[in-house]
């Protein structure tokens, strides 16, 4: 199964050249089953731009989940810690193998939905 994520366009850069090795979530989908999350790029790309497989998810208190993952997390200490204000625990969402889609495509035409704020799952048909 997969998920689709909104991601900031700087952060999914990040991803697909290979300098971010986790994405960070506040929340995440219940479904254990998911393997796959599809990104989308939010504005000013507004585009379903790839592609990753998840090798893990970490749960973790958030400076232990920083000290794992700092090294490949593509963001700064302080951007990290901005994001995650207000919360003890956090989720960093391991990145496998990334693909870039050859042309980006439209979230609407291709999946049938509208961007998520956080995650929707993929429909399957």
């Known amino acids: ?18 300098s971010k090795k986790f994405e960070f979530r506040r929340r995440i989908y219940k479904n254990k089953q998911i ?17 990753f497989e998840i090798e893990d998810v970490i ?3 958030l400076n232990s989940l920083w000290q794992t993952t700092s ?15 207000g919360t003890e625990m956090g989720f960093a969402i391991a990145v496998k193998k990334a693909e870039l889609y ?17 995650f929707a799952y993929v429909p399957t048909y």
């Open 102 to 118: 050859d042309e980006p495509v439209c979230i609407k035409e291709t999946f049938g939905i509208k961007p998520p704020q956080s």
């Open 1 to 18: 199964m997969k998920i689709i994520l909104s991601i900031k366009p700087e952060f999914a850069e990040k991803i697909f050249n290979g």
């Open 59 to 61: 749960h973790d208190e």
């Open 71 to 85: 090294e490949h997390s593509g963001i700064s200490r302080d951007y990290y810690f901005d994001y995650f204000k």
């Open 35 to 51: 393997k796959t999350v599809v990104v989308y790029a939010s504005s000013p790309i507004s585009k379903v731009i790839g592609e």
